[in-house]
């Protein structure tokens, strides 16, 4: 009886209401204002195949500070509570996943009847529903202005902070604030901020350049990311870890090295492709017929980012402990996601720069981890 009054609990507790909706189309209006209005570094974006480029407003930090500003404040004088977030959470996240539904077949009908030539707004569609549903028609739909791609990503990296925070207050309220929560805490809002920081190297990301935009970007930048992304600290809501303080050192060495190769591949990726003669560790880039970068993290792995990336992902989950494997879902996912896009990219690398890529892959044998694979 008790674990089908829970669950009865939990499918109620899931039910989308109105007020849901209301948080939710309210922080996107938000953020469409915000990234309209506030001033930011205007970035070019890759160079597309009909030699045309967009470009982005960088000013999701902005967006991101005014944003906490204004919700401190909106606690401060009553007007809502920190805890708002966490506990209409699953509420949220199905009234989010409907939203990322309606969005999605919006986006498959408007892109099937789209007229435009450009790179970005031609139609792409094999003809199989399923496939263009999916993997969307468009490359860079717009609305209103708004590029709904690097907009969708932007908001769903700013609600997995908000999320956490929200978490953070109700395990303050109620005395369960510890070692293993701080850690959590600190490197999900170190890796955000960091991306804030640095979101002009999205522009030059995978997602941006070839993902066209349908339900597995929406769902994944909506709802994926915000909702799973925070297990652990839903994890740590309910079950106190004491993390011993060799193993949070360890977790602090995991996190530091995830950090530095996932934001220095970047970097160096990013500056490359704006300054292909730019320095990188001091010495004159070796790039593979004009084109390939084969110095840096670049020079160790083809795909070096994605070590970072699962390393980072790894120190978000260790502050859990060992208990359950329920807190490792995020990293188990990112493995496998991460190598089935490493997989997609060499296709499309192989296909696009032919004996130049096999004579990049000769130069750097290995895909994501050195000497294993």
């Keep these: ?108 009908y408007t892109g099937l009847r789209s007229r435009h030539q450009s790179s970005s707004l031609k139609p792409h569609a094999t003809g199989s529903f399923i496939e263009d549903w999916w993997f969307g028609v468009q490359l860079n739909p717009h609305f209103m202005g708004v590029d709904l791609k690097f907009f969708f990503i932007r908001a769903g990296m700013m609600a997995w902070l908000f999320i956490n925070l929200s978490l953070l207050a109700k395990s303050y309220l109620a005395g369960s604030v510890n070692r293993a929560v701080i850690l959590y805490q600190f ?12 979101e002009e190297f999205m522009t030059s990301t995978w997602d941006i350049i070839a993902e066209r935009l349908g339900f597995m970007l929406v769902f994944g930048d909506l709802v994926f990311i915000p909702f799973t992304f925070t297990i652990q600290g839903w994890w740590l809501l309910g079950n106190k870890v004491e993390l011993p303080l060799l193993a949070s050192v360890a977790n602090c060495i995991i996190f530091l090295i995830g950090y530095l190769v996932f934001r220095g591949a970047n970097k160096q990726k990013h500056l490359f492709k704006k300054d292909p003669k730019a320095p990188i560790w001091g010495k004159p880039p070796k790039v593979v ?76 044998p290995w895909r994501i981890l050195p000497y294993v694979y």
């Design 289 to 364: 017929g004009g084109k390939l970068l084969v110095s840096g993290y670049w020079g160790i792995a083809r795909h070096c980012n994605y070590l970072g990336d699962l390393l980072l992902a790894l120190s978000f989950s260790l502050p859990c402990g060992a208990s359950s494997v329920i807190p490792y879902f995020y990293p188990t996912y990112l493995l496998i996601l991460l190598i089935w896009r490493e997989r997609r990219d060499e296709a499309r690398c192989s296909e696009k720069y032919k004996d130049i890529w096999a004579e990049y892959c000769k130069l750097v």
């Design 187 to 198: 490197f999900c809002g170190w890796y955000i901020i960091d991306y804030f920081i640095h």
């Design 1 to 108: 009886m008790d674990a089908a009054a829970a669950t009865g609990d939990v499918l109620a507790a899931l039910a989308p209401s109105w007020s849901a909706a209301v948080v939710l189309v309210s922080y996107l209006a938000y953020l469409a204002a915000a990234g309209a209005l506030l001033p930011g570094k205007l970035v070019a974006g890759a160079v597309l195949p009909d030699s045309s480029r967009l470009h982005y407003r960088c000013n999701g930090l902005l967006s991101l500070l005014l944003l906490l500003g204004l919700s401190t404040l909106g606690v401060y004088m009553g007007w809502m509570t920190p805890t708002v977030v966490a506990d209409r959470g699953l509420e949220l996240l199905s009234t989010t996943l409907i939203f990322s539904v309606i969005v999605s077949f919006l986006l498959y």
